[in-house]
DNA sequence: GGTAGACCTGGACGC
DNA sequence: GCGTCCAGGTCTACC
């Protein structure tokens, strides 16, 4: 079945799907031919349905390789929604932003969203997968979690979704390193799997919540594995800009671009892009660093 | 509050 | 083929 979805304007799905690599971690994927976005993703039902996200008329299209019920309709219409951040805007960024001419082409290229996991705990354990190594291997991680635990398609069991919280809370630490190869990472994902199924961590409320930024932050670092790259990099995906996702690479740009290549720490990063205040992050994600 | 060392994997390199 | 070194953030112990 297929359906459409109106985001807020200015929309571009290709700036959302390049926006940062989540495209390239399972179960997303892009479709050779028509670009389209999937995702493979189980239901609350424990249905479990593939999806492929294209353009439309002022949002977006949403086919889904099964016929849904209403209530599955309204819960992938949610879904999508979110994940796109369909509803988000970014007129007050974009008028700052055309008086930067680093940043001059956000705005022809509708830049500013980031794409998003359905659930805060699989960004969670997708960002977590980031720390401290490589891109290949943060892939690596991603696809063994999807292949070796997430609930299968039916109509292709090639293709699975990405584990629920109760899937992994289930496992032990040895198969998390073994089988995942998350390495040092296997107990702070698992205890946050069990923390999310038991019900002591409500993660989903964070998507939502009124909370000062400080203070979001001061939870997601409470999350082991979560320190301040990962902490800013959620609160970007929640929309919330006012920290600098600073990791080795922003070092590096930041050196390039104003300290002549020198060895700089956070605190240079962090006073390059003061002056963006609420939208520092976004400044800093989307700046036209030289290569 | 700041700092050093350990954590784990995989790639690069030298032998 | 094997061993060593290094990069990549976070945690913990220690000062």
Redesign the pocket.
């Known amino acids: 079945m297929q359906f459409t979805l109106s985001a807020q304007p200015p929309f571009s799905l290709p700036a959302v799907v390049r926006s940062h690599g989540w495209a390239q971690l399972a179960p997303f994927g892009i479709e050779e031919d028509s670009g389209r976005l999937t995702y493979v993703v189980r239901l609350e039902s424990s249905r479990v349905v593939a999806l492929a996200i294209g353009e439309a008329p002022d949002g977006v299209s949403v086919e889904v390789d099964a016929e849904l019920d209403p209530l599955e309709q309204t819960e992938v219409g949610g879904m999508v929604s979110w994940m796109l951040g369909l509803d988000q805007e970014f007129d007050a960024f974009y008028a700052l932003a055309q008086e930067e001419p680093k940043l001059a082409r956000v705005v022809e290229r509708a830049q500013g969203r980031l794409l998003r996991s359905p659930t805060l705990f699989e960004d969670v354990v997708r960002?977590?997968s980031?720390?401290?190594?490589?891109w290949?291997?943060t892939i690596?991680m991603n696809a063994a979690l999807v292949d070796h635990f997430g609930a299968p398609l039916a109509a292709d069991p090639a293709r699975r979704a990405f584990p629920t919280p109760e899937q992994l809370a289930v496992l032990d630490e040895a198969a998390l390193?073994?089988e995942a190869?998350?390495?040092?990472?296997?107990p702070?994902v698992l205890e946050l799997a069990q923390a999310v199924a038991d019900g002591t961590l409500d993660l989903e409320a964070l998507k939502s919540t009124a909370m000062p930024t400080p203070q979001l932050r001061k939870r997601l670092?409470a999350?082991?594995?979560?320190?301040?790259?990962?902490?800013?990099?959620l609160l970007m995906i929640l929309g919330r800009y006012d920290f600098l996702?600073?990791?080795?690479?922003?070092?590096?740009m930041v050196s390039r671009e104003w300290h002549d290549g020198e060895q700089i720490g956070p605190a240079e990063v962090e006073a390059a892009f003061a002056r963006w205040g609420e939208w520092q992050g976004l400044a800093y994600w989307f700046w036209a660093w030289e290569e």
């Open positions: 960002t977590i980031t720390t401290n190594t490589q290949r291997a690596r390193r073994s190869r998350l390495g040092y990472r296997a702070y670092l999350i082991k594995g979560v320190g301040n790259y990962a902490a800013a990099n996702p600073i990791d080795s690479w922003a070092l590096k």
